[in-house]
């Protein structure tokens, strides 16, 4: 039997279905995390979503699911004002944030903004008391992100104190000149000076009385003209990778990354899988995240010393090496994957670019033997072939995120020059010779977890975590990967979410 869920995103639910099946109407689906309701919105189904309503659908959703608010403004194609002015109607939480990436609705619309069909769904949202200043997991508002669009419609919205003032002098200024021409033309008639007048003035002034009009007089505001299905979705697509091209070069711009992607070629490719991953409600990670985890090379640095033969922590670490090297991967095209190296085993030519099932079978096969040298070899296998020697013969094309899985204290045998500041050394000249070379230091970030509970290899990130030489290039990760894993390890998409977030730690607190 077709269950309320497949019906409500196909749009062919009828109120017989939902006969003695109460208790599924929100019932959560485990590869989309929709209910019912959010599957309706999702294919934009006002009908559905309507019936569902009707028969008590939750319209924020229940714990675990995504809000179907969220995904009206950031997956829904096509006109969504219908949509949101019926869950506003049955008494949507506006305030809500969606638990992937912590958006609210109006994060998702101002980051989506396809035309000025969604100002509509902007003031209805805000006017129904959703917070332009409510920052999201990234320390973005909805008011910052149109401020970054430079787009005064939108900030006429969301910062209104700010922006409508200048706007209103635009208007009575606009209005003045109306009426000195309406008064010139009908300068004998006085009646039709005064009439004409004051519908000028109305005309003039309707985006400021634009909502009250339309909450009083049920005045449906802007809407589009009636596009075939096929016609929209094609539109619809083309505006998401416009959206997308155009955010990403401003992250190029604000990252100082300018130095790279002067072929359009591999954002090209970036975006084009983005735009799909958007679309499908399968996708529960932060699509605009992994946008700009893409943009850089990653490198996965492991520890392969004796000491992780305890605890079980080879298997941990292939199972976040699995992960990870999907995550950096999922939008890359095959030629550009993840570089993994260790700190004791020679590097391979399998070890470059290898898929994540791959990288599990490394992992787990390896010898694990021998010293920490993390501080040497992190210079030896990793900045020398991906940074120092491609930057020698112009072939620096991406910046790089090296993620560091330790478990262990720094050192070696004897005569080894392997000392407790030698991974922070070679940190630091790996800052000065980009500078030397006219690179940001930042395009190499650094960030390093802990395997295992060993004190003394907490002691160490603590010291790296602690030292303000680093912390604009290193990210040190303060809880135990093992820990947060096996709680979360049970529930693939959080554990994707949580992973997501703690690759992107040193991407965003490093701009």
């Known amino acids: 039997m077709t269950s309320i869920f497949d019906l409500a995103l196909k749009g062919t639910l009828s109120a017989s279905d939902l006969v003695g099946k109460e208790k599924e109407i929100d019932k959560v689906d485990e590869k989309t995390l929709y209910t019912p309701l959010g599957a309706a919105v999702h294919s934009n189904r006002k009908g559905n979503i309507k019936l569902l309503l009707a028969h008590g659908a939750n319209p924020d959703g229940v714990p675990g699911s995504r809000l179907p608010l969220w995904i009206a403004a950031a997956r829904t194609k096509g006109a969504i004002g219908d949509i949101v002015e019926t869950l506003i109607a049955h008494k949507v939480n506006v305030k809500k944030t969606d638990h992937v990436g ?11 903004y396809r035309s000025e069909d969604d100002l509509d769904v902007i003031e209805a949202l805000v006017n129904a008391g959703a917070d332009p200043k409510a920052t999201n997991q990234r320390g973005e508002s909805a008011e910052s992100l149109a401020t970054k669009r430079n787009d005064k419609k939108l900030l006429a919205l969301l910062a209104p104190e700010k922006h409508k003032k200048t706007h209103i002098k635009d208007v009575l200024m606009i209005t003045s000149l109306i009426m000195f021409a309406i008064s010139w033309a009908n300068r004998k008639n006085p009646l039709v000076m005064i009439a004409a007048g004051a519908a000028a003035t109305a005309a003039a002034v309707g985006s400021q009385l634009y909502g009250p009009i339309k909450k009083r007089f049920k005045v449906l505001g802007r809407r589009s003209k009636k596009v075939p299905h096929h016609v929209a979705e094609k539109l619809e697509k083309a505006a998401s990778a416009e959206a997308f091209k155009k955010e990403m070069h401003n992250y190029i711009k604000d990252a100082h990354l300018d130095q790279f992607f002067k072929d359009d070629k591999f954002l090209n490719h970036v975006i084009t899988k983005a735009v799909d991953m958007e679309a499908d409600p399968k996708t529960t990670v932060n699509v605009r995240d992994l946008t700009r985890l893409a943009l850089y090379q990653p490198v996965l640095y492991c520890d392969d010393s004796g000491s992780m033969n305890q605890d079980n922590r080879i298997q941990l670490q292939a199972d976040l090496g699995k992960r990870i090297t999907s995550l950096t991967t999922r939008l890359v095209p095959e030629d550009t994957g993840i570089e993994l190296r260790f700190i004791n085993a020679p590097n391979e030519l399998r070890m470059s670019k290898p898929s994540s099932n791959l990288v599990n079978d490394i992992l787990l096969n390896i010898p694990y033997s021998g010293p920490t040298e993390i501080g040497i070899n992190c210079k030896a296998k990793i900045l020398e072939p ?46 000065k010779f980009l500078e030397s070379h006219q690179y940001n230091k930042k395009v190499v970030r650094f960030q390093i977890s802990q395997i295992g509970h060993d004190e003394s290899s907490k002691a160490f990130i603590e010291s790296l975590a602690s030292d303000s030489a680093l912390s604009d290039v290193l990210y040190c990760t303060t809880h135990h990967l093992d820990d947060e894993f096996k709680n979360l390890r049970d529930n693939e998409h959080r554990l994707e979410q949580w992973l997501l977030a703690l690759l992107m730690e040193p991407i965003t607190k490093a701009d």
């Open 102 to 112: 912590n958006d609210t609705a109006l994060h998702a619309i101002v980051q989506r």
């Open 386 to 431: 991906v940074v120092y020697r491609p930057i020698k013969e112009g072939k620096f094309d991406r910046p790089v995120l090296v993620s560091i899985l330790t478990d262990g204290c720094p050192g070696g045998p004897n005569g080894s020059s392997e000392r407790h500041d030698t991974l922070k050394k070679a940190i630091l000249e790996c800052g």
